[in-house]
């Protein structure tokens, strides 16, 4: 064992594995990629613990006494009377990273889930999509945990979803490590073992939507697993690790990915961090919260020499809701078939052409702003609206529909002939609300910039198809919408709305 990868285990020489075992050093290895069939059936046969005796104890009583003490000592934190449904933990040896694991265990602590789905990363595999766990059982020092055969075999009719054996017989910790804590915080529970086989932005896409299908069936916690930063001097690791988590906490996981591609961030669970990211957005942009953060010089005093960074993290449903929620599907739905109705009749006038009926929606006689976007083959082709107004939906949908088509002067009039290629949107907003820098949260919100007579707007979606940061994001609109100079921000009028958005498919 390395001299860097022994700063990382829990020193308990006698049951450790062996050099060519234990794969301890997980950031600076080269993979080796793996082409394989997968192997879907779920089987009757447990999984036993790989690292046990490493990275925790292999004893069961001092292992339970080794968490339940961590646990003990977060008891005066401030407790949350919510239920996170998303935790960030890291996975060094419990006497490295314990501490600031247990913090984000300590928030599920007597409570209940219908399942716990812990998403870890290969340290030296490669391979395309998530492997989930197909036995039955995970086994412990502290017992057997069922695995979550139902959702298992949801999860493997989802895109991305596979089973690659060689992972989970690897001697992996990024995943294992966060059992035994939950099987001290929570009792009986049911867990879905996962491991991604590379930090490909596709890939997480792919299980943050599977993810989010799961959810529909079920209570489920869901536990991203990341260290951050390794073997900086301890002064250096402090800032690298301050700007990582700030921008996980803050930003969109389009924009975190992208950071993460250019070397502003470090943590080496760089796919189940956005995946993370990603699954808290479908779930309705989590208020995310640090709950801890210590690097290895801060746990086990030996801070002269490179440190390794950890933080937990939780997501929690918002305090307020901030979705629209004025408009059923229906209607909506309703508004995109009028639209793509108003503008066919205004590029194809016939005399048969019946009008969709919207005034048997009363939800659309409320006065909202809203805004049509045109798409041709997924790229932007035309979208005006209003952000606010006095006119009803139903009445204004006729008029912005025409100017989405007609009016918009950054393209050439819609014609008839590429109507067959364009697919209609409807945005319905929320009123704006003033805020303050602070207070927008990217991905979630529409802006709104007023300064000297001048103003911009861009629409929630902007965030998505950029992967800007919020201060990008606000350059970009102070300059590109407003004509200002792009630090006009700072001192500009600030209004943020939500959007619900109904598309045809």
């Known amino acids: 064992m390395r001299q860097s990868d022994k700063r990382q285990a829990t020193g308990n020489k006698s049951n450790r594995p062996t050099r060519g075992q234990l794969p301890l050093l997980w950031c600076c290895l080269v993979a080796c990629t793996l082409s394989l069939v997968p192997v879907l059936e779920v089987t009757a046969e447990p999984r036993s613990a790989r690292v046990a005796g490493a990275f925790y104890p292999d004893d069961p009583a001092v292992l339970r006494a080794t968490i339940e003490q961590l646990l003990a000592g977060h008891d005066g934190a401030p407790a949350s009377p919510d239920k996170p449904r998303i935790l ?270 919207l005034d048997v929606f009363p939800e659309l006689q409320q006065a909202r702003g809203m805004f049509v976007t045109l798409r041709k083959h997924g790229e932007l082709r035309g979208c005006i609206g209003r952000i606010e107004t006095d006119e009803p939906m139903a009445s204004l949908l006729p008029t912005v529909s025409v100017e989405a088509a007609l009016a918009d002067t950054r393209f050439l009039p819609v014609t008839a002939e590429e109507l067959d290629d364009i697919t209609v949107e409807v945005s319905v907003l929320s009123p704006p609300a003033p805020v303050s820098f602070q207070d927008i949260v990217a991905g979630r919100d529409g802006v709104v910039l007023r300064k000297d007579g001048r103003s911009g707007v861009f629409l929630p979606q902007v965030w998505t198809e950029s992967g800007w940061t919020r201060l990008e994001f606000l350059r970009e609109l102070a300059h590109q919408k407003a004509g200002l100079q792009p630090d006009a921000w700072q001192s500009a009028q600030l209004f943020t709305f939500q959007d619900q958005v109904f598309e045809e498919h």
């Open 88 to 357: 960030i933990s890291p996975h060094a040896g419990y006497p490295y990273a314990g501490s600031v694991a247990s913090r984000a265990f300590h928030e599920v602590q007597g409570r209940a889930y219908d399942g716990v789905v812990v998403v870890g990363f290969t340290h030296r595999l490669n391979f395309e999509g998530t492997s989930v766990e197909t036995r039955d059982a995970y086994h412990t020092p502290l017992g057997p945990i069922p695995v979550d055969t139902e959702a298992v075999e949801f999860l493997q009719a989802q895109p991305g979803i596979t089973h690659v054996e060689e992972a989970h017989e690897a001697d992996e910790h990024s995943m294992e490590v966060m059992l035994p804590f939950l099987q001290v915080a929570l009792g009986e529970f049911r867990v879905v073992p996962m491991l991604m086989g590379r930090h490909d932005f596709s890939d997480a896409q792919e299980l943050a939507a599977a993810l989010a299908q799961l959810a529909q069936h079920g209570e489920y916690l869901f536990v991203f697993s990341t260290d951050l930063s390794h073997y900086h001097p301890y002064d250096e690791a402090k800032r690298l690790d301050d700007q990582t988590v700030n921008l996980i906490l803050r930003e969109t996981a389009g924009a975190v990915d992208r950071l993460f591609s250019q070397g502003h961030l470090e943590a080496c669970g760089r796919g189940p961090v956005v995946a993370g990211l990603l699954l808290a957005q479908r779930f309705g942009y989590l208020e995310r919260r640090l709950l801890l953060y210590a690097n290895s010089g801060d746990t086990t005093g030996e801070a002269s020499r490179g440190v390794v960074g950890y933080a937990a993290i939780g997501m929690y449903p918002p305090k307020t809701s901030a979705s629209v929620e004025t408009v059923s599907r229906d209607a909506g739905m309703a508004l995109v078939r009028a639209a793509r109705q108003v503008i066919t009749a205004k590029l194809q006038p016939t005399p048969s052409t019946e009008a969709v009926a």
